[in-house]
T-cell receptor, first 114, second 113 residues
Framework: AQSVTQPDIHITVSEGASLELRCNYS??????LFWYVQSPGQGLQLLLK??????LVQGIKGFEAEFKRSQSSFNLRKPSVHWSDAAEYFC????????????FGTGTRLTVIP | DSGVTQTPKHLITATGQRVTLRCSPR?????VYWYQQSLDQGLQFLIQ???????AKGNILERFSAQQFPDLHSELNLSSLELGDSALYFC????????????FGPGTRLLVL
């Protein structure tokens, strides 16, 4: 069965500092992996996705993520965090074979301090 | 703006009642997905429709049902509501390919009193 683990419930970083949010997945086949961001009171916005090919994927807002098959990980990174990045971040794995429903991790809440 | 619209934004109702949530997918998208986000369960997939047909089912209760209409909009019906059904309900849509991204609507916040 597929599952996603985000081990950090809450992370606090200073503005301008680097960020890494962890995501580990469990899935029997090659995964489709996603990072979404949810700002307070908002829906989910796609940051980036990995389907195949280059394991380092670039997303919007300066985010990137690296797929590491050997570690079953898809960690999200940003070199310099902005105050507007404060939000909840969700990692998800996509299930294929006709049904593309997503399985989400529990989310990591990011607080940015000045 | 993802292009997915959901109505209403907020809904307050009482236990035992029935409500209908509505979703309009992005133009051209054939797939619609429903998700529930609650404090207890996190974000959970409920059900997927593709071009009017049910495609996949997740953790959807028997009290809940959905359908997708010929114009591709979808409705999620929640009946015999319980306090625990209070949650944010998201709709997402995607195209027909196997590598299609899901785009999420703003959600409907349901409060059952």
């Amino acid at each position: 069965a597929q599952s996603v683990t985000q081990p950090d419930i809450h992370i606090t970083v200073s503005e301008g500092a680097s960020l890494e949010l962890r995501c580990n997945y469990s899935y029997g086949a090659t995964p489709y992996l996603f990072w979404y961001v949810q700002s307070p009171g908002q829906g989910l916005q796609l940051l980036l996705k990995y389907f195949s090919g280059d394991t380092l994927v670039q997303g919007i807002k300066g985010f990137e993520a690296e797929f590491k098959r050997s570690q079953s990980s898809f960690n999200l990174r940003k070199p310099s965090v902005h105050w507007s990045d404060a939000a909840e971040y969700f990692c998800a794995v996509g299930v294929l074979a006709g049904a593309n429903n997503l399985f989400f991790g529990t989310g990591t809440r990011l607080t940015v301090i000045p | 703006d993802s292009g997915v619209t959901q109505t209403p934004k907020h809904l307050i109702t009482a236990t035992g009642q029935r409500v209908t949530l509505r979703c309009s997918p992005r133009s051209g998208d054939l797939s619609v997905y429903w998700y529930q986000q609650s404090l207890d369960q996190g974000l959970q997939f409920l059900i997927q429709y593709y071009n009017g047909e049910e495609r996949a089912k997740g953790n959807i209760l028997e009290r809940f049902s959905a359908q997708q209409f010929p114009d591709l909009h979808s409705e999620l019906n929640l009946s015999s509501l319980e306090l625990g059904d209070s949650a944010l309900y998201f709709c997402a849509s995607s195209g027909s390919g196997s590598q299609e991204t899901q785009y999420f609507g703003p959600g409907t916040r349901l409060l059952v009193l």
